[in-house]
Each structure stands twice: as C-alpha cells, then as structure tokens.
Nanobody, 121 residues
Framework: QVQLVESGGGLVQAGESLRLSCLASGSIFSINLMGWYRQAPGNQRELVATITRGGTTTYTDSVKGRFTISRDNAKKTVHLQMNGLKAEDTAVYYC???????????????WGQGTQVTVSS
C-alpha cells in the first residue's frame, strides 16, 4: 500500500533549472534512506543522489555543484533541485526510498513510477 509519486519533470533548454518532487504515502512508520536515480535511453539506471534522515547527502560526480537533494521528514517528501541542466541530464528520473511500514520491524525498498526530464541543446 505504500507508494512514491514523482512530479516536476519537463522539457527545458540547456542551462535552465527544474525541481523534482517525490511524495511517499500509505501506512508508513518511517522512511530511512531516500534517493534519486535516472535512466537515459540505452543506459543502465544510475544513482544520482541520496539523503539520510539526518540530512547527509551523496552525489554522483557528474551532478556535483549543480544538483541539490533535500527532504522534509514531516511531509514525507524528497526533492531534487537541478540547476545548470545539460543535454546529458536527459533521462527518466526515479525516486527511491527504504520504508518501514506500520507494524513491521524492517524496511522494504520502494520505487516511484518515474518522471521524464528532457534537456534540449
């Protein structure tokens, strides 16, 4: 019953910005690690950024200095601010989270449906 829903994707020109959002819903006790992945045509899905409950972040080298991941634990949301977008950022972006459901002792990994980001050059 738990799910992640992404929003905020779209078509932009190189150098512009987008902000992706992901909302978790359902019978949730807590959310541990959250992250954003992306998959471009012909490529494997790659990890873009992660953020812990305490706010510790990681980024893949290609987006450092341009992307910022953040989360609001009360709202059960995670965001990805993408500045200075490049054509090579074009991909479907997926939200991912480790979620502890109500009544459970451990977590399960959950994926969103994905949102398309297209950057024209």
């Amino acid at each position: 019953q738990v799910q992640l829903v992404e929003s905020g994707g779209g078509l932009v020109q190189a150098g512009e910005s987008l902000r992706l959002s992901c909302l978790a819903s359902g019978s949730i006790f807590s959310i541990n690690l959250m992250g954003w992945y992306r998959q471009a045509p012909g490529n494997q899905r790659e990890l873009v950024a992660t953020i812990t409950r305490g706010g510790t972040t990681t980024y893949t080298d290609s987006v450092k200095g341009r992307f910022t991941i953040s989360r609001d634990n009360a709202k059960k949301t995670v965001h990805l601010q993408m500045n200075g977008l490049k054509a090579e950022d074009t991909a479907v972006y997926y939200c991912n989270a480790d979620i502890v459901e109500l009544g459970a002792l451990g977590y399960r990994n959950v994926w969103g449906q994905g949102t398309q980001v297209t950057v024209s050059s």
